[in-house]
């Protein structure tokens, strides 16, 4: 038998393919994590749905409320691991698992700019470091070429 002694509080996260959490914390984290294929026809399926219901249906009682993940972040996030990689907004919004209508729209009221204007953003500001560099350019004797090749 568990006993949960001076909990204060606890989130339940639901995540597909793909998805990547950082938990940063100044207190002793405790967690479960329950790993299922939905594509797969067990019978225990109805089981596991019954379970997440009943789970959320008592956060409900209890005036906890999920959190959603942050879109924009996530987003933000991206372009900044791979602005040097060909992107799209299709591409984004793929690994996202959202439509681009949703992520642009939301990207816009969030950001106040598209998402493919901020990635020319962050290549541009990337390019400006680089020239910034100029001992190292005239050292490693890189051409403007170079520092456009790092940015794509």
Avoid at 42 to 57: C, G, I, T
Avoid at 117 to 130: D, K, P, V
Wanted: some cysteine.
């Amino acid at each position: 038998m568990t006993v949960f002694i001076g909990v204060i509080r606890f989130h339940v996260l639901h995540g597909g393919k793909g998805m990547c959490l950082s938990v940063l914390t100044e207190d002793v984290l405790e967690y479960y994590i329950i790993l299922y294929k939905a594509t797969l026809a067990l019978p225990s399926r109805k089981e596991f749905h019954y379970f997440v219901f009943e789970l959320l249906h008592q956060l409900d009682r209890q005036g906890i409320q999920p959190l959603k993940p942050n879109l924009v972040a996530q987003a933000v996030t991206y372009i900044r691991e791979h602005f040097s990689r060909p992107i799209t907004l299709e591409s984004i919004a793929e690994d996202l698992e959202c439509s681009t209508g949703h992520l642009s729209r939301l990207f816009k009221s969030k950001m106040h700019t598209s998402p493919i204007h901020y990635l020319g953003q962050i290549r541009a500001n990337r390019a400006a470091e680089l020239l910034m560099q100029t001992d190292a350019l005239c050292r490693r004797s890189q051409s403007v070429w170079d520092i456009q090749m790092r940015i794509h």
